[in-house]
């Protein structure tokens, strides 16, 4: 898992400040509607507000982690703080 993470970061150009990347240890090939209805709205707005402010949407993140924890999903979520090598991650089990 560290390693595809690490992979996918590699391909990040060093100066991006918003990609976020999220590593669901149990979606199959097909994302799991229970999955996809769980996260894919909070997700389009963290993404949104990303955009149109520039920061970070540390609360949306928050609030998706949570919704991944409740629904017993396990993996890594990873995104871009700032230009150059600023990742945060964190691991929900």
């Known amino acids: 898992m560290q390693s595809y ?30 999955l996809l ?3 894919l709205p909070l997700m389009i707005t963290a993404i949104t507000s990303w955009k149109a402010t520039d920061r970070v949407p540390a609360e949306d993140f928050s609030t998706i982690l949570g919704h991944l924890r ?18 945060k991650m964190e691991a929900f089990p």
């Open 37 to 39: 209805n769980s996260i």
């Open 5 to 34: 993470v690490a992979d996918a970061k590699s391909f990040v150009p060093q100066d991006n400040k918003s990609t976020a990347i999220l590593l669901v240890h149990e979606m199959t090939h097909m994302p799991q509607a229970e």
């Open 70 to 87: 409740r629904g017993s999903w396990s993996g890594v979520f990873t995104y871009k703080s700032g230009a150059g090598d600023s990742w």
